[in-house]
């Protein structure tokens, strides 16, 4: 059972400077029995014209998790100057449903899920649940001196479930960024109840030297360790049980 799990939020898949990077850190962890999770943004590339099916297909065959990553922007527009965010119902629903759809035609029906900008809601949920997702790690973990959050973030320090009348759904807060974990994200599991760390950081960070020497020290550390894929974590809540699901 991994106590510390490394996702990508792969948003870049189809730029090749960032492929080329995202190559040789999975194919370098595979090779070390280092497994991870790709939480995969498939509508970027289809708004570039340009498909990650066989880039996702070989990122699985190395044994790395895929899971979903959506964000839940206003139409066609995500650049960083025009994007706006639209958390209605119909919206919510209509971007999970195309994503997930995608993955699927690319060989993968994804159980996990992490929101665009940690943006959830019980659309969001109730989505997730109805297409038969497992867990989602869209909560983030209490950070020192945070501030309140807004209206559609959520903290968790410990693992919760959401119900509705057609299922459940498993609740992981993400612990931290990378940069983070080496700041106070490897004290927060002693100081919680908190058994497992996730640890996550995007994978056009590869572009930027600091954050690549950042990650290749992470995984220097953890070589001796068990890094895990998510949904080991989520397995083991939900084989496991405890109080936090009452």
């Known amino acids: 059972m991994p106590t510390i799990t490394l996702a990508f939020h792969a948003e870049r898949l189809h730029e090749q400077r960032v492929w080329q990077r995202v190559q040789r850190v999975a194919g370098w962890m595979a090779e070390n029995n280092l497994k991870a999770t790709f939480f995969?943004?498939?509508?970027?590339?289809?708004?570039a014209?340009?498909?990650?099916s066989e880039r996702v297909q070989w990122l699985g065959s190395l044994g790395h998790e895929i899971a979903q990553h959506t964000h839940f922007y206003s139409g066609r527009k995500i650049a960083k100057h025009e994007k706006r965010d639209d958390l209605s119902k119909t919206n919510v629903i209509h971007c999970l449903r195309r994503d997930f759809e995608t993955l699927k035609d690319f060989g993968f029906t994804p159980i996990g899920f992490t929101a665009g900008s940690w943006f959830v809601n019980d659309a969001v949920f109730d989505g997730l649940v109805e297409l038969g997702f497992v867990y989602d790690c869209s909560a983030q973990f209490p950070r020192p001196k945070t501030s309140r959050p807004g209206p559609h973030n959520r903290w968790l320090s410990s693992p919760q479930r959401y119900f509705n009348t057609h299922g459940r759904l498993l609740c992981l807060a993400t612990t931290c960024s990378l940069?983070?974990?080496?700041?106070?994200?490897?004290?927060?599991?002693?100081?919680?109840?908190?058994?497992?760390?996730?640890?996550?950081?995007?994978?056009?960070?590869?572009?930027?030297?600091?954050?690549s020497l950042l990650l290749f020290c992470f995984l220097k550390m953890?070589?001796?360790?068990i890094l895990g894929e998510s949904v080991s974590v989520a397995d083991?809540?939900?084989l496991s049980g405890g109080p936090w699901h009452e």
């Open 40 to 47: 995969v943004y498939s509508f970027p590339a289809a708004l």
């Open 179 to 211: 940069g983070e974990w080496f700041k106070w994200g490897r004290k927060a599991k002693r100081e919680s109840n908190q058994f497992y760390q996730i640890v996550y950081l995007h994978d056009y960070d590869l572009l930027s030297p600091k954050r």
């Open 49 to 52: 014209g340009k498909s990650i």
């Open 236 to 238: 083991h809540c939900i």
């Open 222 to 225: 953890m070589k001796w360790k």
